[in-house]
C-alpha cells in the first residue's frame, strides 16, 4: 500500500498527514504529477548503501519545480544510515547537495527507527510555521481579521499532503 495516514501532534495542534510513498517506480510517476499539485512537504529519499538513489534525487527535484506549488516543504533523507559498512554515499556528499539547492537534511533509518520521527515533526513543523506565517501576511494586508489555527479547533484536524518519492 502507498498511502498511509498519520495523526500526529505538534505545539498541542493535531495535524493529519496524508503520506503517499512511491518508492521512486516508474508506474507511481503518473499519479506522482498530480499529487505533488495538493503536497504541501515533500520528502526524497535515497539509500545511503545505492549511489544510482542518490544520483537520482536531482531528476525528482526537478520534478518538483516543476509540478509542485512553489512554496513547497522540502527534505532530503539519506535511509538506511544504520548499514554503514555498505555505505556508498557519504554523509557529506547529501549535506552538500542539500545545502546546493536550500533543502533540510536528515540520515535516517527505518529499520532502527532513526530521526524518522524527527523528520515528519520538522517537515510538519515547517510547514505550520509557513502556514501562520501566511495567515499573518493575509490578515495584514486587510483580508478580515486575524486567523488564528488553535486547539478548538483541534477537532477538525489540519490537514496537508506529505508526498515520499
Known amino acids: 500500500n502507498c498511502k498511509t495516514e498519520e495523526t500526529i501532534e505538534l505545539d498541542g495542534k493535531k495535524i493529519k498527514l496524508q503520506i503517499w510513498d512511491t518508492a521512486g517506480q516508474e508506474r507511481f510517476r503518473t499519479i506522482t504529477t498530480a499529487y505533488y499539485r495538493g503536497a504541501m512537504g515533500i520528502m526524497l529519499v535515497y539509500d545511503i548503501t545505492n549511489e544510482k538513489s542518490f544520483d537520482n534525487i536531482k531528476n525528482w527535484i526537478r520534478n518538483i519545480e516543476e509540478h509542485a506549488s512553489s512554496d513547497v516543504e522540502r527534505m532530503i533523507l539519506g535511509n538506511k544510515c544504520d548499514m554503514n559498512e555498505k555505505r556508498q554515499v557519504s554523509k557529506e556528499k547529501g549535506e552538500k547537495l542539500a545545502i ?66
Open 100 to 165: 546546493d539547492y536550500g533543502i533540510k537534511f536528515l540520515e535516517t533509518s527505518a529499520k532502527s527507527s532513526i530521526n524518522v520521527e524527527e523528520a515528519f515533526f520538522t517537515l510538519a513543523r515547517d510547514i505550520m510555521t509557513k502556514l501562520n506565517r501566511k495567515m499573518n501576511d493575509n490578515s495584514s494586508s486587510g483580508a478580515g481579521g486575524p486567523v488564528k489555527i488553535t486547539e478548538n479547533r483541534s477537532k477538525k484536524s489540519s490537514f496537508f499532503r506529505c508526498t515520499l518519492l
